[in-house]
């Protein structure tokens, strides 16, 4: 909640979505938290995503576009207290000492390897006991089950991708989400899932990208208007775009 101006009271959503980037990884990471928590409780949090202890933080606050707006020092005040907008970005600069990438270079572990011959003979591996309970890919009547049904989905997936048109618009339904309206930009496979995928342009900014998925484009939008979604959960016809009423007095 914030005060504003002639004794106005607006009414902040209580939950935000906030960019997290820290000097010890070079990845952005998107999180939601409630502006209810403290900054104390905030950098626990922040703890797992980063990796650095929460007592060795120091969080600035940058707006939307990367602007530094202010550093967040007080560990007694309130999350929601500070100007925290949706995509507004909180780096992390760790004191400790870490350096970027510091538990992320595999070469610095020691590894032990076995060939695969020797491994197959050993009785007390994890493959051994997988075998002689007939677990997992060793278990041939599941895994052709599991591969017909793969196969059926494919084909249910596909049927379904042929009725889609690019341009059409569209209604998507999944599972614990709001239905959603948009236009059909994209049809067909993807480099970064396999399967059949449905490019989908938001009436609203609702979506997880701008049509670009690992460097890859497959169609145009402003960003977050943008999804891929399956097919399966996409019902084209005669949906107009909603009128808000933005301008009506």
Request: net charge negative; hydrophobic share 35%.
């Amino acid at each position: 909640i914030r005060v504003a101006p002639r004794g106005l009271t607006v009414v902040s959503d209580p939950v935000v979505t906030l960019r997290i980037t820290s000097t010890i990884s070079p990845f952005e990471t998107e999180k939601r938290f409630m502006r209810s928590i403290t900054i104390a409780e905030f950098k626990g949090k922040l703890e797992i995503i980063v990796g650095s202890p929460a007592s060795c933080m120091n969080l600035a606050l940058f707006s939307t576009d990367d602007k530094f707006l202010q550093k967040m020092d007080d560990n007694d005040a309130l999350l929601g207290s500070y100007h925290v907008d949706n995509y507004c970005k909180i780096h992390v600069t760790d004191t400790s000492g870490q350096q970027v990438d510091e538990y992320n270079d595999v070469s610095k572990v020691q590894k032990v390897e076995i060939s695969d011959d020797a491994y197959e003979k050993r009785t007390d591996s994890a493959r051994s006991f997988m075998k002689t309970r007939k677990l997992g890919h060793f278990n041939e009547e599941d895994m052709a089950k599991k591969k017909a049904e793969l196969a059926a989905q494919t084909e249910e997936q596909k049927a379904a991708a042929d009725a889609i048109s690019v341009g059409s618009r569209c209604k998507v339904q999944v599972v614990g989400q709001p239905s959603k309206l948009g236009t059909v930009m994209y049809v067909g496979t993807t480099l970064f899932k396999p399967g059949y995928w449905v490019g989908v342009k938001y009436d609203e900014p609702l979506g997880k990208n701008n049509g670009t998925v690992d460097g890859k484009q497959y169609f145009e939008c402003e960003n977050k208007y943008g999804a891929f979604v399956k097919p399966l959960n996409v019902t084209v016809g005669d949906f107009p775009e909603e009128d808000y009423g933005l301008d009506e007095m």
